[in-house]
């Protein structure tokens, strides 16, 4: 198979914001691997679905592999999987901890590693890790401790794998979302979510999309935590 086109790897694929990236790099001619604990193998013969754990070494290993024999290649990766929950600091379980921690960290660095030491090879790719701006300005009544312990450690390795690899032609960005109108959000909690953001409403999947796209082609930017928060990062 030819390996001119190019490639994006997305965890967190089945639904949401990845189910959306999925399709984005669709439109512009990638193939795609789309990886979730729950996706399944759709009609597209240029997106391959492998459902697994990502705070698994072993389906790291396996999306990675999957990519390079069927593809031959990888170009991005978009680690938008995650897991939010807002509970009272003092009200999380170690299931809590240790389901954040393999998803949120686990999950990026193992998957990260093995797609880095592939574009090594070709001198050239692109990571977009996907945050959130709780991360930089914790708001009243939305505990988030585990969440910006996790995201906001992600923001920092996002500057810091910019920096070593600047100059191989691998390039890491961020996007740091606001609250967004996904399944996760129930209609009832809309109106109180939107009250969040300077801007007074969520965002959409869209917007998360178009940061993510433009970050594909800002071949100058590197090592950027962008913002789609609706303001909130700027202050209330």
Known sequence: MSSEQKVAIITGASQG?????????????YRVIATSR??????DPDVV????????PATAERVVNEAITRFGRIDTLVNNAGIFTAKPFTDFTLEDFSSTISTNVAGVFHITQRVVAEMLKQEAGHVVNITTSLS?????GVPSVLANLTKGG?????????I??????????????GVI??????????????ALHPVKRMGDIRDIVDAVLYLESAAFVTGEILHVDGGQSAGH
């Not at 729950?38 to 009609?43: A, H, L």
């Not at 930089?136 to 009243?140: E, F, K, Q, R, V």
């Not at 109108?181 to 939107?194: C, I, S, Y």
Request: net charge neutral; charged share 20%; hydrophobic share 40%.
């Open 49 to 56: 679905a492998i459902a697994g754990d990502i705070g698994d």
């Open 38 to 43: 729950s996706i399944k193998q759709g009609s």
């Open 164 to 177: 070593e690899y600047a100059p191989t032609g691998i390039r890491v960005n961020a996007v740091s979302p």
């Open 17 to 29: 914001i990845g189910a959306a990236l999925v399709k984005a790099y669709r439109d512009r001619n």
């Open 181 to 194: 109108k996904t399944p996760m959000h129930a209609p009832e909690t809309h109106e109180f979510l939107a």
């Open 154 to 162: 992600l923001n920092s390795a996002t500057k810091s794998l910019a």
């Open 136 to 140: 930089d300005h914790a708001i009243t």
